[in-house]
């Protein structure tokens, strides 16, 4: 359990600079409200999807938000969706894992693709990085995070068994992000866009 | 209602979950673990006895037995050898010691979540990180209220999306998936749209002009200011009680308990009384309301 203590504070640790960053700037109003728009609509869109396990839009919002706003846009919508949806799906061990994965995607995805961006070039680039992260990022962070906070013993064994049998959750979970990315990607990308040029955020 | 526990200032009731978390599961040891387990239970009966009573039965009684079966699975270590495996490894004592522990350890954090999910609601939240972090507690305000608006207004397109025949009761899950996708992106459209109303509307109210304050329905009380004295009080303790090993066990290679009597059983007094300390006061306070009441 010391384990999962050290590890807890690592993470919350990797994420403080985010939010600090983001209260020294300052921001203006508009940058805000549409962080918090993007926060509602992840957010709804969990409870939306919540009737097919495990397949979540969540992380596909995430990405977006990442490419079409920059890392820090992401890293916050990624963040505070995982931890505001869970005052919807309860609180408990696994929320600040969570945040952690979730931002870790959005800051992935604004650092590789906000600059760069365009449709025509990136869209199935942008798909295999939403399978690859939520597989590797977002999968591999919770099912680590299951093993230290369910056995404690800190085995190879067990972690392969943690990982072996979060595989089909990790493989449904990255489908749908896929699904969603594409189906999602052009016209909420356009969306931002068009808000950013139009109002000057 | 809200109860006596509810009516903390809501730093006091971070303090107490912060420090029954941290000690359970930091401190994983037979004694500390049962009062925690005990306490937890004790605060979910009071709290909400029906709903706890069912997800008690359900969920965390399930997860603490997954907790003891797990461990002497995985675990091979430990002195006491009671059974070989079909593959050879050994079933150890000390290793169903330690899963009962972890389990129980487990069962323990569950249910205290149970009463923190009750007690620390999205206001109280929202206050403690306005305190740090005052952005990104705005966010977080701003998305609870969106969280409704939203869900008005996605009910308000699904029913429009319905009559002209593209409904989310399709039969077909491929076209199921993509309705929902276009709803999601007109829901998108309206919310950037009305965020930038929003955000205007804030602007011509004075936003970032100056320094912003915030409202705020919790006070402190004496009462607040005795909770935080006993709980830092027994969080330095605790620390001193883990660094000089008065509470330390050793499960591997075989089970030892450390034998000093005196400050171990402090040590667990202390915890125990804040463990208990919630549910006392709730206690006395329907204790206080019978008494007044039979004068009456």
Not at chain 1, 28 to 37: K, P
Not at chain 2, 134 to 147: D, G, H
Not at chain 2, 223 to 231: F, P, S, T, W
């Amino acid at each position: 359990m010391q384990y999962y203590i050290i590890s807890l504070i690592i993470i919350v640790l990797s994420m403080i600079p985010f939010f600090l960053m983001f209260e020294r700037r300052r921001p203006q109003a508009r940058e805000i409200v549409l962080i918090a728009v993007l926060v509602g609509i992840t957010v709804l869109a969990r409870s939306v999807f919540f009737m097919i396990p495990f397949f979540k839009p969540m992380l596909a919002l995430v990405i977006i938000s990442g490419i079409g706003m920059g890392y820090e846009t992401g890293v916050l919508t990624g963040t505070l969706s995982a931890f505001m949806s869970n005052f919807i799906f309860g609180q408990g061990p696994w929320t600040p894992w969570q945040m952690f994965a979730m931002g870790m995607v959005g800051f992935l995805a604004g650092i590789i693709f906000s600059k760069k961006y365009t449709y025509e070039k990136y869209k199935y680039v942008v798909c295999i990085f939403g399978l690859i992260a939520t597989v590797v990022i977002y999968g591999v962070i919770m099912d680590t995070a299951s093993v230290l906070m369910y056995t404690g013993n800190i085995t190879v064994s067990s972690f392969a068994a943690a990982y072996i049998s979060g595989i089909p959750v990790n493989i449904i979970h990255a489908l749908s992000t896929v699904l969603f990315l594409a189906l999602l990607q052009k016209s909420m990308i356009k969306k931002l866009n068009r808000i950013k040029t139009k109002y000057q955020i | 209602m809200e109860n006596q526990f509810e009516r903390w200032h809501p730093v006091s009731q971070l303090a107490y979950y912060v420090f029954v978390f941290g000690i359970s599961v930091f401190i994983m040891h037979p004694v500390i673990t049962g009062i925690s387990f005990i306490s937890a239970i004790f605060l979910g009966i009071v709290i909400d006895r029906k709903r706890f009573l069912k997800m008690f039965i359900c969920l965390y009684i399930p997860a603490v037995i997954a907790g003891i079966i797990i461990n002497p699975l995985f675990s091979h270590e430990g002195v006491s050898i009671i059974w070989y495996f079909p593959d050879g490894n050994p079933l150890t004592a000390e290793s169903i010691i330690y899963g009962v522990m972890a389990g129980i350890m487990i069962g323990s954090i569950f249910t205290f979540l149970f009463s923190f999910n009750k007690v620390m609601t999205s206001d109280k939240v929202m206050y403690l990180t306005g305190c740090v972090l005052p952005y990104i507690a705005l966010v977080i305000s701003m998305v609870l209220r969106f969280i409704p608006e939203f869900k008005h207004h996605l009910s308000e397109v699904l029913v429009a999306r319905k009559c002209i025949g593209k409904g989310l009761n399709e039969k077909n899950l491929m076209k199921k998936i993509r309705n929902a996708c276009t709803v999601m992106s007109i829901m998108a459209t309206w919310a950037f749209e009305s965020s930038v109303d929003k955000s205007d509307s804030m602007r011509a109210r004075g936003y970032g002009i100056c320094r912003r304050s915030s409202y705020s329905i919790f006070r402190y009380t004496k009462k607040d200011i005795v909770i935080i004295a006993v709980i830092l009080a027994a969080c330095g303790y605790m620390v001193y009680a883990i660094m000089s090993g008065a509470v330390y066990v050793q499960y591997y290679p075989c089970f030892k308990m450390e034998q000093s009597k005196i400050a171990a059983g402090f040590a667990y007094f202390l915890y125990a009384a804040v463990c208990i300390l919630p549910v006392f006061d709730i206690w006395m306070e329907e204790r206080v309301w019978k008494s007044l009441q039979s004068k009456i």
